[in-house]
C-alpha cells in the first residue's frame, strides 16, 4: 500500500533544548551549603509551539545559550537557591520566545525542580 502524506491539523508540541554550565552560589544558615561552593547544573528548557509552524533549532539553542553565556555560567549568583533559579530562567526565557516555557534544573544528577509545576 502506498504511503501518502496527509496534511496534519496543527498541534501543540514542546520543543525542547538542553545544555550544561556551572555556578556558584551559598545558601546562608546551611550546615553544608553554608560555604561558597558551586555545580555543574543541567538545564533544560521546553517551548510550547504549534507543530505546524517551522522553527530552527538553532534559533532555540541560540538564545537559550546567550543568557546562560552572559548572566549565569562561570559566575556566582549570590544566595540563590535551584528553585529560584529555575523560576529566574523562567521568566527570562518566557520574555525571550514569547511563549509558554518549562524549565527543568538540576542542581546534582538526582536533585531537580521543575518550573512551573
Ligand atoms: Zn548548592
Redesign the pocket.
Known sequence: MARTKTVQSPHTIWRRYETEFSMA?I?KGHPR?GRV???NYRLLVSVKGDSNRFVDFYTVKEAIEKVISRDYDHRFVGHKT?EELAQEFHEKLTATFKAEVGIDLW?TSKFSVRYPA
Open positions: 552560589h545558601i551549603c561552593h558551586g555545580h535551584c542542581e
